[in-house]
């Protein structure tokens, strides 16, 4: 017995030790160097709902993903076509999931059927007879392909977000998908929700453009805009006034280059007005078609949009190497920052819509943690004066394995990196009464034992082994309930079961295992004669 003793308090010192070591973080940030290397430093994150923040829900536009992939289809077939000399009359994208293509002549039919289907095995190829000797075919984005796509626009712009908000400075957010091609999103702690919300919902596609020089700007305001062009604007506040400034550019439709060549963007400061700028670089690829771009297009202007919006157009006045370039315009430094972040970043593979959208205040917060933690500790006090009422040095016994248990619990939360929430702190307080529950439970049945007369060490062994399995029994199937909580909840509700199921397991080690070995060691190795429950 002293041997299975000693091992066993042994391991309640263990769970003791590693319980303080993983709350150390919670409590402190000041660690020795070795401290990192060795030890955890992850700490209990606060929720929304006790630390104050943004709650957030975007829906992904992933309809309009797939619109974009079959946009880039049409160009990948335009040239395919020509490296492959076949001429056609019209090629273009019709809806979300069909490609149409008229040939010149029937002589190219049976070559465009072998690259099709050589090339674009995510197309359902149907041929379709034109008018005249000018044969058609429509292109059909298969149903799984199309899935595909969606699911994949889901995951970018999830990781494109989260990337976005790193550079952007929150700690700790709660970034994650949900049904239906939505992102939840929750960023405790921050100061500018407004800022946030501009910088998430930014789609960040960068496009360079010619400026059409040759035609007038205001015959196109008038409705005579030529084929192959397009009217956007550059909008201009005045940050002393706030008065919104809007010129019209006409620009050439075709994009030259994008933003997805992008390395770098930082903000840099020019030296002639100290103005704030961002400085873009390429890569290598991006660096030659830059190159090239402005070395055939010396002396014309080439307009930097960003979502449709002109930030600025200058003119190109020499060949530009080095895969370099700057975005000026009237920025405020965050503006500057911000734009830099969503560059570097990427651009969203589809827009994104708020569709929900809460702040909650830090004083909310920090009243509700006031009030989470008053409950818990008012409710604990009581239990624990009632046990010791009521079971004498045996209610001692289990208000310590109380503590231990919510030891145990704030320790879990640490380790699987869990966030506590006001839920999750009322899921603490309902644990603290199962706990106590499953001690009663025991001590009721150790009284049994003693009323039919049976000795200490007898009644003992007798009250724990007819307890187990009703204990085990309802501190199981609620285990059960409140994984499935935890499985098909959000939000608040998936805090509650967090802390439930980390209380449950809590209370079965410290009830069955932690009191047994006090027990043990009082009545059977010291030989007390007489329980006091």
């Known amino acids: 017995m002293s041997k299975s003793l000693g091992w066993r308090a042994a391991i309640v010192a263990f769970v003791v030790l590693m319980s303080f070591i993983y709350l150390m973080p919670s409590f402190t940030s000041d660690f020795p160097g070795w401290w990192s290397n060795i030890l955890p430093r992850d700490k209990i994150h606060l929720g929304l709902d006790l630390q104050g923040g943004m709650h957030l829900v975007l829906e992904v ?35 979300n999931d069909r490609i149409t293509l008229t040939l010149m002549g029937p002589e190219d039919k049976d070559v465009f059927k072998k690259m099709a289907e050589a090339d674009y095995p995510d197309f359902d190829e149907v041929s379709v007879t034109g008018e005249g000797d000018h044969p058609s075919f429509e292109l059909t984005l298969l149903p799984r392909a199309k899935t595909r796509i969606m699911k994949m626009a889901v995951d970018q712009a999830l990781e494109t977000i989260r990337n976005r908000i790193d550079q952007f400075g929150v700690s700790e957010p709660d970034i994650r998908p949900q049904q239906d091609n939505r992102i939840l999103i929750q960023l405790p702690g921050i100061k500018d929700p407004k800022r946030a919300v501009e910088l998430i919902g930014k789609t960040a596609l960068l496009e360079f453009k010619l400026v059409d020089e040759e035609h007038s700007v205001e015959d196109a305001l008038k409705g005579n805009i030529p084929p192959g062009d397009e009217i956007l604007y550059e909008v201009t506040i005045d940050p002393k006034t706030g008065r919104e400034t809007k010129v019209p550019y006409l620009l050439k439709r075709r994009t030259l280059i994008t933003g997805e060549y992008i390395t770098d963007a930082r903000v840099q400061f020019d030296n002639q007005y100290n103005e704030p700028q961002v400085s873009l670089s390429f890569d290598a690829r991006g660096a030659r078609l830059f190159e090239q771009i402005t070395g055939q297009n010396i002396k014309k202007r080439l307009a930097i949009v960003l979502d449709n919006n002109i930030y600025s157009a200058p003119v190109i006045q020499d060949k530009i190497s080095g895969g370099r370039a700057q975005i000026t315009g009237r920025f405020t430094t965050d503006e500057a920052r911000d734009l830099a972040i969503v560059l570097r970043a990427g651009a969203l593979p589809a827009p994104v819509e ?58 879990g939360l640490a380790f699987f990196g869990a966030t506590l929430t006001l839920p999750g702190i009322a899921g603490i307080v309902l644990t603290i009464g199962m706990s106590v529950d499953a001690n009663v439970l025991i001590f009721e049945r150790v009284r049994e034992e003693m009323r039919l007369g049976k000795t200490p060490r007898a009644s003992i062994e007798g009250g724990y082994g007819k307890a187990l399995v009703t204990i085990l029994d309802a501190q199981i199937t609620t285990l059960i309930a409140a994984l499935v909580l935890f499985q098909f909840g959000t939000g608040p509700v998936r805090g509650f079961a967090v802390t439930v199921s980390i209380g449950i397991v809590a209370s079965l080690f410290t009830a069955i295992f932690g009191t047994r070995i006090v027990f043990d060691y009082l009545y059977v190795k010291r030989r007390m004669k007489r329980i006091s429950i």
Do not use: Q
């Open 61 to 95: 536009g992933s309809s309009k993903a797939v619109e974009n992939h079959l946009e880039r289809v049409v160009e990948e077939i335009k040239r395919d076509l020509r490296k492959s000399k076949i001429r056609y009359v019209e090629l273009k994208r019709l809806g």
């Open 354 to 411: 708020i569709i929900e959208e809460r702040t909650v205040g830090p004083s909310l917060g920090k009243d509700s943690i006031e009030k989470g933690f008053k409950s818990m500790i008012i409710g604990g006090l009581i239990v624990v004066v009632f046990m010791v009422i009521y079971y004498g040095l045996s209610g001692i016994i289990a208000d310590l394995a109380l503590i231990l248990n919510i030891l145990i619990i704030m320790a």
